[in-house]
Nanobody, 114 residues
């Protein structure tokens, strides 16, 4: 099973995007979930995480700008990204936390540029 992220696109600096990722209930229900990103030439990094109970944590680079949430009825995790910066440009992925190799999908491209 690959977890597919969606909702990326091209946005100007200061803009917003909302990413979504639906997962099978067998994966979603019992797992903490995370949003990750990989910028060109850099390693993939954890951007935000949310426990099955709803507690959240964020990378310092996105604190105050990004919000992770989950809808347990829809088995979906979201990443609301506000005040986007060019350095947020990356491919964004969702996975469980900690990540499982087989769950990596293709990700969704987020490009922040004027």
């Amino acid at each position: 099973v690959q977890l597919q992220a969606s909702g990326g696109g091209l946005v100007q600096p200061g803009g917003s995007l909302r990413l979504s990722c639906a997962a099978p209930g067998s994966i979603f229900d019992l797992n903490d979930m995370g949003w990750y990103r990989q910028a060109p030439g850099k390693q993939r990094e954890l951007v935000a995480g949310i426990t099955s109970g709803g507690r959240t944590n964020y990378a310092d680079a996105v604190k105050g700008r990004f919000t992770i949430s989950r809808d347990n009825r829809k088995n979906t995790v979201y990443l609301q990204m506000n005040s986007l910066k060019p350095e947020d440009t990356a491919v964004y992925y969702c996975n469980v936390l900690p990540p499982v190799r087989n769950y990596w999908g293709k990700g969704t491209q987020v490009t922040v540029s004027s």
